[in-house]
């Protein structure tokens, strides 16, 4: 079994996410939480999003090809492991990151912790 925050580092290594905002391209990890869905004993599925970000170009068609390859990256790295499970990705979208607007796409993900 795994915790939460071990769940969470694990993937962040794995997808080589940052902690802190950093020029793009750039993946961050953060928790989604749970509906409780019972595993067996103590252990849960819990969500995590694994956000996708590359700079705001003029561009929008070069920013989103260079979405595309990065969501590609990771996608095969999630789909090698053995722990997480991807649920869904996400459209392009443009979100605020560090004071700058990204282009991004989620990544979510889920994996069996022990609460």
């Known amino acids: 079994m795994t915790t939460v925050a071990q769940a969470r580092a694990a993937l962040a290594t ?3 996410a940052v902690d802190a905002y950093r020029t793009p391209p750039q993946t961050y990890v953060y928790s989604g939480g749970t509906d409780m869905e019972r595993l067996g004993g103590s252990s849960t599925k819990w969500a995590f999003r694994v956000i996708c970000a590359v700079g705001w170009k003029s561009d929008d068609a070069k920013a989103s090809a260079a979405l595309a390859a990065l969501l590609a990256a ?3 790295i999630l789909q090698a492991s053995s722990l997480y499970e991807i649920t869904s990705v996400s459209p392009d979208v443009v979100r605020q990151i560090g004071g700058a607007d990204h282009l991004t ?3 979510a993900v889920s994996c069996k912790v022990d609460i």
């Open 105 to 107: 796409a989620d990544i």
């Open 74 to 76: 990771k996608l095969a």
């Open 14 to 16: 794995a997808v080589g």
